[in-house]
């Protein structure tokens, strides 16, 4: 497991779950039940125990809204926090007349109809099941059988949930009148005593059981030789039935009027379903937390199951509150009041009762602190309508506008001030589940309303789900995103380019520690070299690697030369029984097909893609990079320029190694996958991969490399890379051509790996020798068997070995060289690395003749032994970086430390102190070990915040006579020794030098530690005479930016030689330059995020430069 993520910590999640009325409706917007059961036929012999109805109905958004839930614990249980928040409910009561006056009884339910047509006919022409016509129209989409007269069809547009009641007290049983309430009713023009008696034979709306009156008076009998519908006379419309002399009155209902529907149309029709609901029609106003904010461990997830059973209509006193039962669906929708609920939550942490967060909305003196989530917080409403009251209790069914409006300001306000405190907003997902249709239709309501919502919490677009199955698949969705805020980074960047113009790219390797996938992030850079948030593409996308059974997959073959593909039908007998259980299906799995996941009915471990999480492989970009090979003598230099060219048809491409077991190969422009690699090296592991308890572990871990070649008088493509710390092998592919037509097992050349081979950890290159041929060039890397360093050099075209031993050790090993050219004929002539022990080698590979490589006389020599002021080793593991010292010579530019061994992340005071050095190499015959005494002192003088940054400035002492260089202890002047080092390297750019230290953290929110990155005077390591950083914001680099600190007593004004991002531990920046003036550095964190830095050019009059922190 990567050291940085041994503290991670779990988002927070607060769950806010729609428990209004309408959620008895099922996602049709009628009363749900299973109306193809015969059991459901409504009417006066349905029974309740054979078919649930409303709220308990496994169909209604209430009970799938439920069910997702308890689907997301199971998925999520030990990977979040969680708590569960609903709508504050007026209390349960026995008293039936105190549904309007804050009391929420059980009434009987009813489904009730509107603007109902009657027929004989069951199939007329204007019933339209598919139909999305408005509710009134004539063309009608549902139909039931009349329920006493089998010979009578009703047809209607919306039927919600209604009630029946009487006027009985303290009844916990089903009054009389209750049980017999099937009725139909006719709208009657009180201006029209001929309409009201057409009607029905009395005033208001009379109960009919018997229906026929109905046709009766309305003067028109049905056709029996056209079956005509069944007229009755239009009538004025109304928003609610009014019998102006009985006063008797029947509202409309909140997810009535969001339809859009304003009366009850011209005939209703109240079905019974002999069965009991929940039924309130006010609101406190409020929101109430059931459940806090906790570990989503097994007891809080069971805490969460109960609120999330099936509505039970059983009698308790305490129904909206008691924590062992389930949500009640009643009421309306407080979305602004929930929001202040759910603000006060936050920001009190439940330390103390509030206006709108107290005893009455969940609060009590013994509720738990909210985790620490480093930030990551997150609420989720789901809902099924819009918001229909104030936080005040005020109902505003009939001001949908206004009440979307609050809410908006609801929610923005608990964004902006849980930002305000926490530092950090609570951003706010919106889920929109079986909306009504019309709701964008009515009057004052703007497009898209509950994308407003998502807005103003921070997430910009609402979800829409109109099924169980969509309803996961957004949630789910939202879960990933959350986590993903999670995901760590600790690649670097990558670029398609080193100046800006409109098609330059950065690439970023991120994984999610959760589930051990991986993400490869394409941007594009804007003009001003910012990066916009949004990528163009994720190589994890589904769509972007192929099908398991068309994927190209090669892999290398140990018992013949090159390689084979990674099939079953190429794989040996022995390998099929060894590494794969003899198990097709395995090996199908690791190729990316999900059919036998667990989650699909299968034994293998879930995945959320084929790609694997990426940690320490740097991405690598090939597109068509002259290497100057021109300068080469005889066929070889002059045919490269004929090979450059060939060039321009190939595709650009983006190599990355995983830790699932592959190295993989992208278009850049398209995301694509192209082919993968399997090393075979890896085999005895890749099983674990299916395990449901997969343990993380390294795969496919090193950063590859790509160069030309010239072999077997043919210039090719190659790719070098390794297993990383995955395994002990370093391999080379061809990849001159790289698409998938071409690539196959020809394509693999070799891969390495011997007994004094340790861990692949260090990169190894490819480079032209002075022997005439291309060489790989492999240090042994670490944890070796003979523990000595040692440097392999293997010829490309015939896989020759010569080996260079340093004899140093013991538990040594030799890390990332660099081989460095020092007359300009682009052929290697030094190879400088350093090791674990301290030292810093040079081998000198200048002779033609490879038996002069190993020599007695021209043994590696140690240029310089590194050790810090107490006599400690410092290990070596960073590449060094070479540059020509203007005096002659060359300079040699390294930190040191380690952070890949276990302990590695643990800060000791006993420690070594680690360093970073600048040493001359004056290339001449004395083999005098170099060590700091040799060196000027340089140190970090002064910390500060200023300008809004965490800034450095280094001293500046003088060279003395004799001096071989400098070295900078990386001790804070204000927190002392951190265990601060160096394991990426340094970068040399018009004079300076840039590098980049990594400090330790056991702060689970620091996400392993934080960086510096510094710029120094690279031949003096002095503070830089002039600023790299417009601090001021001015357009200018000059004084302005300079910082004011204390140097010897005195407080003095100088520029700055560090600069921290705050985005966790970096490694060496990608640099892209913007003309002579400016050039842009791009470093990925531990984080996840990417730190944009416009810096100072080569040139002195600059452009505006800044810091940007982008995720």
């Known amino acids: 497991m990567p050291l940085f993520l041994t503290q991670a910590v779990p988002p927070n999640i607060l769950l806010i779950i729609d428990s209004s009325e309408s959620m008895q409706e099922g996602v049709d917007g009628r009363v749900a039940l299973d109306r193809s059961d015969p059991a459901c036929i409504a009417g006066p012999d349905m029974d309740a125990d054979l078919c649930p109805a409303g709220a308990r109905s496994p169909l209604s958004k209430a009970s799938i809204v439920k069910g997702v839930g308890l689907e997301l614990i199971d998925r999520y249980e030990g990977l979040v926090n969680m708590g569960l928040l609903s709508y504050q409910q007026n209390p349960a009561s026995l008293n039936r007349n105190s549904f309007n006056t804050g009391g929420t009884v059980r009434w009987h339910l009813v489904e009730r109809a509107i603007d109902v047509r009657f027929s004989t006919n069951p199939n007329p022409s204007w019933w339209q099941p598919g139909h999305t016509e408005p509710w009134d129209s004539n063309i009608k989409r549902f139909r039931e059988r009349h ?34 309430v099937t009725g139909f009713y006719c709208r009657r023009d009180t201006t029209s005593t001929s309409a009201v008696n057409s009607c029905v034979a009395n005033p208001g709306f009379q109960h009919d059981p018997d229906f026929t009156r109905m046709t009766e008076f309305a003067g028109l009998q049905p056709d029996p030789g056209t079956l005509q519908d069944i007229q009755f006379p239009e009538i004025a419309s109304n928003l609610w039935f009014d019998d102006r002399r009985q006063a008797w009155s029947v509202f409309l209902v909140d997810s009535q009027r969001q339809r859009g529907i304003t009366s009850w149309g011209r005939r209703a029709v109240f079905t019974q379903l002999n069965q009991l609901e929940w039924r309130t029609t006010t609101s406190p106003g409020r929101g109430f937390l059931h459940q806090p904010i906790q570990t989503l461990d097994e007891q809080h997830a069971e805490n969460i199951r109960k609120k999330l059973q099936p509505q039970s209509l059983d009698w308790d006193p305490n129904a909206m509150t008691d924590p062992d039962w389930p949500l009640i669906a009643a009421g309306l929708t407080p979305l602004e009041g929930t929001m202040q609920t759910a603000r006060d939550y936050f920001l009190g942490a ?76 609570v951003n706010t997902y919106i889920v929109g589940f079986a909306l009504p249709p019309g709701v964008e239709n009515i009057q004052g309501m703007p497009p898209n309303p509950l994308d407003q919502l998502a807005a103003a919490g921070g997430t910009g677009q609402a979800f829409d789900a109109q099924d169980e199955t969509s309803l996961l698949d957004a949630l789910d969705d939202i879960f990933y995103t959350i986590l ?198 890896v085999y005895p592991n890749l099983a674990s991969l299916a395990d449901p308890n997969y343990t993380h572990r390294y795969f496919v871990d090193g950063s590859p490399r790509v160069a030309d070649a010239y072999i077997n008088d043919d210039w090719r493509t190659l790719l070098i890379g390794s297993t990383g710390a995955g395994g002990r092998s370093v391999f080379v592919l061809d990849v001159t051509d790289p698409t998938p037509a071409s690539i196959d097992g020809n394509s693999v050349l070799w891969e390495f790996t011997d007994a004094e081979m340790g861990y692949s950890i260090p990169q190894p290159t490819i480079a032209r020798m002075a022997d005439g041929h291309f060489w790989a060039i492999i240090p042994n890397g670490y944890e070796s068997t003979g523990g000595t360093a040692r440097l392999f050099l293997k010829r490309i075209h015939d896989g020759h070995v010569v080996e260079i031993n340093t004899g140093n050790g013991p538990s040594n090993g030799l890390s990332t060289p660099i081989p460095v050219d020092t007359t300009g004929d682009r052929v290697v002539n030094y190879i400088y690395a350093g090791d674990l022990q301290g030292n810093l080698w040079r081998f000198n590979v200048s002779n033609s003749s490879i038996s002069q490589w190993t020599s007695p006389s021209n043994q590696p020599r140690r240029l310089f032994e590194a050790r810090d002021a107490f006599g400690k080793p410092q290990p070596i593991t960073a590449r060094p970086e070479v540059g020509r010292h203007p005096d002659g010579g060359f300079m040699v530019y390294f930190g040191t430390g380690t952070f890949f061994r276990t302990g590695d992340n643990i800060v000791d005071p006993n420690d070594v102190r680690h360093s970073f050095y600048g040493i001359r190499d004056e290339d001449g015959n004395n083999y005098t070990t170099l060590t700091r005494t040799n060196l000027v002192d340089q140190q970090i003088l002064a910390e500060t915040n200023q300008f809004g940054f965490d800034l450095r400035v280094v001293s500046d002492n003088p060279a003395t006579s004799g001096t071989k260089g400098w070295y900078l202890d990386l001790v804070s002047p204000v927190a002392g020794f951190q265990g601060e080092r160096v394991v990426s390297r340094a970068q040399l750019r018009h004079g300076r030098i840039i590098f980049v230290t990594l400090i330790p953290s056991a702060d689970p929110c620091t996400f392993g530690g934080d960086s510096w990155l510094m ?97």
């Open 147 to 180: 329920p006493t007269r089998s010979d009578i069809w009703m047809f209607f547009n919306d039927a919600i949930p209604g009630y029946a009641w009487s006027t009985a007290d303290s009844s916990t049983g089903v009054p009389d009148l209750d049980t017999n």
């Open 1015 to 1111: 710029e120094l005077d690279a031949i003096t390591g002095n503070r830089l005479t002039y600023s790299v950083y417009d601090l001021n914001q001015d357009g200018n680099f000059d004084s302005g930016d300079y910082v004011t600190v204390m140097i010897d007593g005195q407080e003095v004004q100088v520029p700055v030689s560090g600069l921290r991002p705050g985005v966790g531990i970096i490694r060496d920046p990608a640099i892209i330059s913007a003309g002579s003036e400016r050039e842009f550095k791009y470093v990925s964190g531990t984080s996840g995020d990417v730190g944009v830095i416009t810096e100072r050019g080569a040139g002195v009059d600059l452009g505006r430069q800044s810091w940007q922190q982008l995720r």
């Open 350 to 425: 439940g330390s103390t009762a509030s206006d709108t967060f107290g005893p009455n909305q969940g609060w009590h003196s013994n509720l738990p602190p909210i985790p620490e989530s480093c930030g990551v917080n997150a609420a989720i409403w789901v809902t099924d309508g819009l918001p229909s009251v104030a936080s005040d209790g005020t109902a505003l069914g009939t001001n949908l506008p206004q009440a979307l409006e609050q809410a908006r300001l609801g929610i923005a306000d608990f964004y902006s001030k849980t930002e305000e405190t926490l530092g950090s907003p």
């Open 484 to 681: 993903s805020e999670t995901n760590a980074s600790a690649a670097a960047i990558a670029t398609n380019s080193t100046r800006l113009d409109g098609d330059t790219m950065i690439y970023q390797a991120r994984f999610n520690p959760e589930t051990w996938s991986g993400d490869l992030l394409a941007f594009n850079v804007q003009p001003d070299g910012s990066v916009p948030e949004t990528p163009l593409w994720n190589a994890a996308d589904p769509n972007l690697i192929p099908e398991h059974d068309i994927r190209k997959i090669i892999t290398s073959n140990p018992s013949l030369t090159g390689g084979r593909m990674f099939a079953w039908g190429d794989l040996e007998q022995q390998d099929r029984e060894e590494h794969f259980d003899d198990n097709q299906y395995l090996l199908s799995y690791l190729r990316g097909d999900p059919s036998n996941e667990l989650d699909n009915g299968g034994s293998f471990r879930n995945r959320d893609s084929a790609l694997g999480d990426i940690i320490n492989s740097d991405p690598t970009f090939l597109g068509r990079e002259n290497f100057g090979y021109s300068r080469l003598p005889g066929a070889a230099g002059d045919s490269y320029q004929s090979f450059q060219d060939s060039k321009q048809t190939r595709p650009s491409v983006l190599f990355v190694g995983a830790n699932d077991g592959m190295l993989h190969a992208f278009d850049a422009e398209s995301g694509d996958e192209l082919f993968a690699y399997v090393p075979y090296e």
